[in-house]
Each structure stands twice: as structure tokens, then as C-alpha cells.
């Protein structure tokens, strides 16, 4: 297996950058009052996931980069956060929002992955 050199390789700043477009994408049809409200909240926390990972990924130590990985671990959990309020206000359906929830619910695993796996270096 060869090894990873580059933040962009890893399967979990893929899936992170990937979700990121989908959020973009799906706030665009958000009302335009949100511009600065949930729109904002959105996207930033989506682009988040995928910036700690590149972070700690050069970051060169464990902690280190064991730490933007809790952070990005936590970003993907505000975006289903409010993924789920902007279903129960409206701004996106129940399927949709399950379907958004699930995909970083595969983000969380990625992460996790990540995790555990610097953590083993360590020990």
C-alpha cells in the first residue's frame, strides 16, 4: 500500500470536499434573507470538515493533528445539526435532510478512522 503524501488523498477530505459542493449547492435555493444567517452557518461549518482535515494533516505532531481531526469531527456534527433545524423550519425536505445527515454520518466513520489510526501510532 502505498503511502498518503498529500492532504487530498485521503479518502476522508475527498468525501469532506465533496459534501462541502453538496451544502453550496443546496443552500443556493435557501431563502436570500438567510444570506447572513443559516446560509453562512452552512457552509462555513462544511468547509470546516475538510480544512481541519487538510490542517492536521500537516500538522507533524500526533496531538496535533489528532486535534483538527476532533474538529473537523465536530464541524460534520454542526452541519447535521442544522440540517435537521433547516428541515423542521422548512428549507429542505425530510428526505433530503436524512440523506445529508447519512452521508456525514460516513464522514464521522472517516474521521474516526483517522483518528484511531494516528492514535495507534502514538502508542
Same mark, same amino acid.
Given at each position: 500500500m502505498e503511502q498518503i503524501k498529500n492532504f487530498w488523498e485521503l479518502e476522508a477530505w475527498k468525501k469532506a470536499n465533496v459534501l462541502a459542493i453538496e451544502i453550496y449547492i443546496l443552500t443556493? %435555493? +435557501?431563502?436570500?434573507?438567510?444570506?447572513?444567517?443559516?446560509?453562512s452557518q452552512l457552509r462555513r461549518a $462544511?468547509?470546516?470538515?475538510? $480544512? %481541519?482535515?487538510?490542517?492536521? +494533516?500537516?500538522?507533524?505532531?500526533?496531538?496535533?493533528?489528532i486535534k +483538527?481531526?476532533? %474538529?473537523?469531527?465536530?464541524?460534520?456534527?454542526?452541519?447535521?445539526? +442544522?440540517?435537521?433545524?433547516?428541515?423542521?423550519?422548512?428549507?429542505?425536505d425530510a428526505k433530503r435532510a436524512l440523506e445529508i445527515v447519512g452521508k456525514y454520518n460516513e464522514e464521522l466513520r472517516l474521521l474516526n478512522g483517522l483518528i484511531n489510526s494516528i492514535s495507534k501510532q502514538i502508542s
Open positions: 443556493k %435555493n +435557501f431563502p436570500l434573507e438567510e444570506k447572513y444567517g443559516m446560509i $462544511a468547509t470546516s470538515v475538510a $480544512a %481541519n482535515i487538510a490542517e492536521g +494533516f500537516s500538522r507533524y505532531h500526533y496531538k496535533d493533528k +483538527f481531526y476532533y %474538529n473537523g469531527r465536530g464541524s460534520a456534527s454542526e452541519v447535521q445539526s +442544522f440540517i435537521i433545524f433547516c428541515k423542521d423550519i422548512g428549507f429542505v
